[in-house]
Each structure stands twice: as structure tokens, then as C-alpha cells.
């Protein structure tokens, strides 16, 4: 039986920084180069000889350089933030003062006292393991400062649009899109969305809302969208080239 694929780290530099690449051999003719928000992939034929891989590696680093330069922020998602107390974060028109402390206890909690954000930590946990749980609590906290202004946006933009029925409306952190919309009429917008401007905000809402009346992304959707706001591409355009830096 033949094995489909094999997968490799490796490390390329672009910029002064390092990042990490996962080699993909599987059964194919070519190369295939790919960067997510938390990936960047070389896939590539089985049984390549050690001096081809390396000439990939090599045009990788030089194409993720070149897509790099045109997107500025893409690379950010790539070095993750690290937060301390007495920080101040900003999120739209808002800032939080961080209290943060590692204590002897079993589990991480948060809250938001006036302006400021107090996380306790799990001294039993490693400190990446930390860093991921001021991550959560931060996108948790501070989608319920702002959970009464986003419901108020998506519901008046629904009213002064297509008017359908909306179950709720839900903040979360989300990294694969930056809203979505279900069937029964939740709408579903990424915490990350928060750090963006307005406009841009109403974007994805009036974005998501248009699916509740196109499902897929036709061009009846997109005329849908266009109708209520003829510069949409500008909007995207901004997710497209800042949209790296919106996120906790």
C-alpha cells in the first residue's frame, strides 16, 4: 500500500523573521505554495531529491516575501501578541488597562471592572498554555462590553435593508472568516472584526445579512450587497490588506 502523504516542518526567514512552513509530500506532478492565517505550505511531489526541496524552500521564501510586500500586516499573524499588566488595549474607541496575575489555582478567570480587564492565571499551566487563555478571555470579555452596540448595528442595518427575521446575534473569536450567517437566522461576526473600522464592520454585517436572503455567493447576492453599499470593494479591500492585525 502506498503511503498518500508525508508531512515536514521547516523554517524559512522573510523580513528578519522566522516562520514556520509545513512541507506536504503527497502524490502529484507539481508545486503548490499556499499561506493561510496560520500556515504557510509547500506541497510538493513524493520522492523529491533533497536539493529540489531546498530549491523550493528558497522560491518560497522569496514568493511569501513578494505577497509580504503587497499585504502588509500577513505576516503578523505569524508572531503571536503577548500582553502584561498595566498594558493598555485598544479595540475600536476603546481601551482596557490589563490587570493580569498568575496565581496558584485550578482554573483562569476574567472580568471587566469599570475599564479594566482583570485576568487571573493558572500558575499550573505552561506559559504558552497561558498566553492562549488571556487570548480567550480577552475576545470573551470584551465581546460582552460590546455585544449591546453590534446587536443594535446588525438589527438596524437589517431593518433599513431586507428586513428578515433574526434569531440572535453572536460575538465570537473566530480565525477562518470574519462572519457567518445559519439557516435559522443567527448571525455570527468574529471577535477579530472588532479592531476594524466601522465601515468596515458594517461591511461584513450587511454582508452576512444579504445571506439571509442569498445562501451562496451569486451574483444576485453580490448585486444584493452592491445595492446598499456601492463601495463593498473598497471595504474588502481593507480586510484584505489590514485584516492581519485585527486580532488579540
Known sequence: MRRKQQKYSANI??????????VVFEHRWGHRYSIS??????????????????????????????????????????TPKTY?????????????ILDIAVEERGSHTGKLIG???????????SEPQQHKAIR???????????????????FAWNRRTFNRPIKGVFLKYNHSNWGSCSHNG???????LLFAPPEVQDYVILHELAHLVELNHSDRFWSLVETF????REREKWLSQFGGSCDF
Open 136 to 154: 480567550t478571555l480577552l475576545s470573551r470579555i470584551v465581546a460582552g462590553d460590546f455585544q449591546t452596540e453590534i446587536e443594535q448595528r446588525v
Open 186 to 192: 443567527n448571525v455570527n461576526l468574529s471577535t477579530r
Open 229 to 232: 453599499m456601492p463601495d463593498y
Open 13 to 22: 526567514t522573510v523580513g528578519g523573521k522566522e516562520l514556520p512552513v509545513e
Open 84 to 96: 502584561r499588566s498595566g498594558e493598555v488595549l485598544a479595540v475600536g474607541q476603546r481601551q482596557y
Open 115 to 125: 475599564n479594566t480587564i482583570a485576568l487571573r492565571l493558572s500558575s499550573r499551566v
Open 37 to 78: 492565517r496560520k500556515c504557510i505550505r509547500m506541497r510538493l511531489p513524493l520522492g523529491l531529491a533533497a536539493s529540489e526541496v531546498q530549491r523550493h524552500l528558497t522560491e518560497l521564501q522569496q514568493w511569501v516575501g513578494k505577497v509580504a510586500a503587497k499585504k502588509t500586516t500577513l505576516l503578523e499573524a505569524f
